[in-house]
């Protein structure tokens, strides 16, 4: 067996650094596909760490060196592999790979970035859109991340007008709506310290449970505001993803991962509400803020004149 010399670039998640180094930006490189740090966190402790590294991903990048005859290169155990840390690469076996994989996902999970289980699931079943950035990355990138290495606008996928276009006229009203929503209807109401309005503002509904007499359901539809986050993911889907891509792509995975924060930001808003906890609710509200403007700054790139008008940031503060 022939030793096998794969890129695996490792980030530093707990700064801006890994945006830097790679492991949170949209890549077209070839090298090792990496399973799902949340699928593999299942079973396990809540340490997702150990991330399988495919043996079929493999790309060979040099030619076969000779073997020993037992199908170990070069006598040694097994295939190296390069590992790029810090701009630092490393010859490495897959389990000392597998272990440079740990300290960095602990190293997210310490600063607020890597893994939670609590507030997403197992399976990350509980955000609103369960594949995203995070769920096959194990990682939770920031607002801070993206302004110190922003997108540009070459490095987001190919998507045509026409479906683009499509996609504005459909969803442009309620994505719209939702921004001044939040902007500001939900920042009056927190101003306000309206406590008792914050809760039907923020109702995350219900599936019903059966009709009744009358052939009325007993389900309780989400508010506008709830809805609206939904609408941000499915118009993201035509910015950020061709009819002919076998999957999603990273651009969309990660603007999905902000929408699924903006809509855990909403959660700690009404639970705030809850207790009357002015101080928490404007720190959420913040928050949610940014995680919009981060999603702004994505999907506005491929709005052109022939698509529509691009949406403006939310500049108010609370």
């Given at each position: 067996m022939a030793r096998s010399s794969v890129i695996l670039t490792l980030g530093l998640a707990g700064s801006a650094a890994a945006w830097h180094s790679g492991v949170l930006r949209p890549s077209t490189e070839h090298g090792v596909r990496l399973s799902s740090p949340v699928e593999?966190?299942?079973?396990?402790?809540?340490?997702?760490?150990?991330?399988?590294?495919?043996?079929?991903?493999?790309?060979?990048?040099?030619?076969?060196?000779?073997?020993?005859?037992?199908?170990?290169?070069?006598?040694?155990?097994?295939?190296?592999?390069?590992?790029?840390?810090?701009?630092?690469?490393?010859?490495?076996?897959?389990?000392?790979?597998?272990?440079?994989?740990?300290?960095?996902?602990?190293?997210?999970?310490?600063?607020?970035?890597?893994?939670?289980?609590?507030r997403r699931g197992q399976f990350n079943e509980k955000a609103l859109f369960s594949e995203d950035f995070y769920f096959k990355y194990g990682l939770r990138p920031t607002p801070e991340d993206m302004k110190a290495k922003p997108l540009t606008f070459e490095e987001l996928p190919f998507v045509p007008v026409q479906r683009r276009y499509t996609g504005y006229k459909k969803y442009n009203e309620r994505v719209a709506s939702g921004l001044a929503l939040y902007e500001v209807e939900l920042r009056g109401l927190i101003q306000g310290g309206k406590w008792a309005e914050v809760g039907p503002f923020l109702e995350i509904g219900s599936k019903g449970k059966g009709s009744n007499a009358q052939g009325e359901g007993t389900g309780v539809a989400a508010s506008p505001m709830r809805s609206s986050c939904r609408a941000f993911g499915l118009f993201?889907?035509?910015?950020?993803?061709?009819?002919?891509?076998?999957?999603?792509?990273?651009?969309?995975?990660?603007?999905?991962?902000?929408?699924?924060?903006?809509?855990?930001?909403?959660?700690?808003?009404?639970?705030?509400?809850?207790?009357?906890?002015?101080?928490?609710?404007?720190?959420?509200?913040?928050?949610?803020?940014?995680?919009?403007?981060?999603?702004?700054?994505i999907v506005n790139q491929p709005i052109n004149a022939k698509v529509g008008d691009k949406y403006p940031v939310l500049a108010e503060s609370i």
């Open positions: 593999a966190s299942a079973g396990l402790s809540r340490r997702a760490a150990l991330v399988p590294l495919a043996a079929s991903a493999l790309m060979p990048l040099k030619a076969a060196f000779a073997t020993d005859g037992l199908g170990v290169a070069d006598g040694s155990i097994g295939d190296k592999f390069s590992v790029t840390a810090n701009g630092v690469t490393k010859q490495l076996t897959e389990i000392e790979a597998r272990a440079e994989m740990t300290k960095k996902m602990e190293a997210a999970t310490a600063a607020g970035k890597g893994l939670d289980v609590e993201a889907n035509t910015m950020l993803q061709s009819e002919n891509d076998n999957g999603a792509t990273q651009a969309n995975l990660l603007v999905r991962h902000f929408v699924n924060e903006l809509y855990f930001c909403l959660d700690d808003i009404q639970a705030a509400a809850k207790s009357g906890d002015t101080k928490a609710a404007k720190e959420a509200w913040t928050k949610g803020r940014d995680y919009i403007n981060a999603y702004l700054t």
